[in-house]
DNA sequence: TCGACATTTCGACAATATTCGAAACATGGA
DNA sequence: TCCATGTTTCGAATATTGTCGAAATGTCGA
């Protein structure tokens, strides 16, 4: 990936979570976990007609964001955590690549070892 | 700051870098260091209407994420680093605060102890 | 096969964003 | 004081976004 295009790519991104709803349904689905939620029960706890959701959400897979797997008659939306990571990293190279810098990052926390994304 | 506040800030600090011109001028800003660049340089190199570029600059700074300051007739830009580090680590938070977890965000690199931001 | 459920796609509407030129404002020098 | 320079504000045109209801798609159980 060249530079435009990774910018461009960077700007999908934060144009994915740079929305109310967007960044709650992302942050619902970071508490998820590796369970994901169906589209219908984010679009209940975010109070949004069904249809708006599924646009919201085709937002955020379109930035490589989320995954959705289909379970059943549902939707199971994941957060992807790489991607995040990916953006965070660009930030912060992004943040500190300049001339002068000072600023140390909170290191990731990394608090379980992943309990397994089993249903 | 409430939790709904922070993230409705955190939406506006996305937003703002969530489009070509602004993310291009931010990092522009970032390369320039604590000399900053005046807003005219910016339109230059980016090959945008003085109007159209002030009006960008001033949703970044309305994010917090630049600031200015007059010298003479220009107006110098500089981006926040501490801004840009609270939204780092408000993402870094929100990615690694969920169930489960495994992701190292790369640590900030910290070239050099800064050249001053003098003129 | 049929009906119920879960979600997406489509079509439309209001609201917001992006862009520019013209005009206004601020600064410094002749 | 007057003019040139650098930037912002204003006003308007076009494009994009966010929202919803209605209809279409996919899945399961009877």
């Known amino acids: 990936m060249d530079s435009d295009e990774q910018a461009s790519h960077v700007v999908r991104a934060l144009g994915a979570l740079a929305q109310d709803h967007r960044l709650a349904a992302f942050r619902l689905l970071i508490e998820a976990g590796g369970n994901g939620l169906a589209a219908g029960e984010l679009a209940a706890r975010l109070a949004l007609a069904p249809s708006s959701l599924s646009h919201h959400l085709a937002l955020l897979a379109q930035a490589g964001l989320v995954s959705q797997e289909r379970r059943s008659r549902s ?37 379980a070892p992943c309990e397994g994304a089993a249903a």
């Open 75 to 111: 939707i199971i939306y994941r957060a992807d955590l790489a991607a995040m990571s990916a953006l965070i990293g660009y930030l912060t190279e992004n943040c500190c690549g300049g001339a002068d810098c000072g600023i140390a990052v909170p290191a990731c926390t990394i608090p």
